[in-house]
């Protein structure tokens, strides 16, 4: 199934968070806090402008980004979880670095 946000929506795949400190502890699954990173799937084609012009996004489908805890409504496509969030909740693109894919 293929899936297309409207607007200026993005579906977002969370990306697999730390198990060790950086002390060397190890962080059981209980323990551990939702990623706040994640990796864009798809985009909207963006919002509409007063005067009906399109908007584009400044995020797209492959951008690293950085939301917020509480951001975006948790969905489940194919089987697997993602999140779809307005790109206003995106705090931001991480540059450089390739994304840690979250184990199924």
Known sequence: MKFRPLHDRVVVRRLEAEEKTSGGI???????EKPMEGEVIAAGPGARDEQGKLVPLDVKAGDRILFGKWSG?????DGEE???MKESDVMGIIEGGAAKRKAA
Do not use: G, S
């Not at 190890?26 to 551990?32: E, F, L, R, S, V």
């Open 73 to 77: 409504t948790e969905v489940k496509l």
């Open 26 to 32: 190890i962080i059981p699954d209980t323990a551990k």
């Open 82 to 84: 993602l999140l779809i």
